[in-house]
């Protein structure tokens, strides 16, 4: 589903965010065919939509006038599909949107799961959060840029979109994948954007003065890695991440002793940690090479996580929109 709306305030805002255009297609009960809903509406103040905005929607003030207004259209969407179990949509604010109108209209849904697809490809890959267009490029999905931003046929590059990651995901889930490996995350999606990779971080920290380190850089630091830290006493540092809550011992860059335990740790007064043990193979020698190791652990983390996340609210989906 995709809606286009003139944004004019945060979503939350219900009447300052009126819906323009709004598409939604599913399959129906005979396997191939395509169920589709498209609509125009007439939002209240529908005469101050930008030109601009017009024109990114192929319409003009005249289609906008002869139409539905907002509560009627999506009133007639949840009829349309009133057995719908799942949305899925590009963004986050789209779906917000849609529940902002239908608890503005007092419409009635039934309980649903929601697929961000943007959401899904971040957490799976190593792409981050990327544009649509550009989530189409990667994927290898033709588009005609005149055409989009109008929703009749973005749902359509959205579906193309959906079944190609999910396509992957059930290639790459159903054995290709591994549960971990000594050089870093396991890629559930095997995505690759070289213009977001040429923005990443440094491979690894490095300090112009290893010797007069202080306990500001060494928190800055961590907070850049996408890591807690947070300085116990003079020469320890507590490192709270996905992967655990590691104590280190450091003087200048150099590690003098690492211990770590589980989230379930109980933190003593005096900063120990019980459940506490020793780390194996890690770079025990440098602070910077340790930290690094510590956000390549994380990302481990993140994306079991996201996996087993994903895969609940998939169900394991076959490659299709449900």
Known sequence: MDIEWWNNGPIADVNKNPAVTLC???????????????????????QQIPEKVLK????????????????????????????IERFVVWNRKTYDLLMTKVKAFGINVNPHKVVVVQELIADLSDVGIISFQRALEIAGISYDTKLLHQPRFD????????????????????GMA????????????????????????????HWENNEHITPEDVVAMCEKLSLHGE???????????????????????????????????IRQADGALDGIMQPMEV????????????????????????????EMLLDKATPTIM
């Open 24 to 46: 939604a297609l599913s399959p129906s009960e005979d396997i191939g065919d395509i169920k589709t809903y498209f609509r125009t509406m007439k939002p209240e103040g529908y």
């Open 178 to 205: 591994k549960s971990g490996s000594k050089k870093g995350a396991t890629k559930v999606l095997y995505w690759k954007d070289a213009e977001k990779l040429e923005e990443r971080k440094p491979e690894y920290v």
């Open 231 to 265: 300085i116990l006493g003079d020469g320890i540092l507590l490192v709270k991440f996905k992967a655990g809550v590691w104590k280190i011992h450091y003087e200048g860059d150099k590690v003098l002793g690492i211990r770590c335990a589980t989230h379930k740790a």
């Open 56 to 83: 990114k929607l192929g319409l003009t003030l005249h289609n906008v006038k002869d139409t539905l207004p907002e509560e009627i259209v999506f009133t007639n969407l949840f009829v349309a599909y009133k057995d």
């Open 155 to 174: 749902v359509t590059y959205l579906k193309e979109l959906y079944d190609a990651v999910l396509k992957e995901y059930s290639i790459v889930t159903g």
């Open 283 to 310: 770079p025990k020698e440098r602070l910077g090479q340790l930290l690094n190791y510590m956000r390549e652990r994380n990302e481990v983390s993140k994306r079991t996580f996201a996996k087993k996340r994903w």
